[in-house]
């Protein structure tokens, strides 16, 4: 206990630097996610190549390349100054998009196609159809599996501390060089800290499940 206790604010700090890596490179990975997803059920063949050249690339890409692909070829291209929390934002964001684009599709593919054709009919356009009509349907089929790539995303951002930021991840660098405390104590408060992550994010998520539910 007292691993933690000595060292409460190195915790915190850590605790809220994930909740904060979290909470962006959701943001980001969501509204890549369901833009790449509507790319991809475009009407227009170019956007549809990106859509799937986008998919493709990042499913099949580790993580821990696309870190260093950001971080190292980012500053090669004259694009230097960034933050590496923000570069990890980014690494983090544009990766899971791809999973989500792909969770969002599926969802999109159970709106029968009769309900595009009635919105085309009256005269909607491709992208009044697909933010009025279809992803407000898509939605309740699509939180769930958006909401398990939320969390693995959680769990994912521990790669970050092996590029300089001081997240989670980083504590048991930190408080075994400096302090000497036992790894395996270290990695079980880190292990915590994560799980009230998680265990809440998934709380939140079947709150919304439940919620969308009703609207059936």
Known sequence: MNVLTDNFAAFRDG??????????????ALVLGILIAGFRVSPVPALRVFGTVWVTLL????LVLLFLIVTLGLPALGLKGWDSFWLAVMALG???SAFICEAVRSGINTVPVGQAEAARSIGMTFTQT???IVL????RTAIPPVGSLIIALTKNSAIASGFDVMELGALQKQLNADAGY???VIFLWI???????????SGLFRLLENRLAVAR
């Open 94 to 96: 544009c990766y899971t």
């Open 191 to 201: 292990a915590v800290c994560y799980l009230i992550i998680t265990l809440t994010l």
């Open 130 to 132: 697909l933010s009025q």
């Open 15 to 28: 605790f809220l630097k994930t909740v904060e890596l979290t909470a962006y490179s959701s943001l980001l």
């Open 136 to 139: 407000p349907q898509a939605a």
């Open 59 to 62: 499913r099949n890409t580790p």
């Open 182 to 184: 036992d790894i395996l």
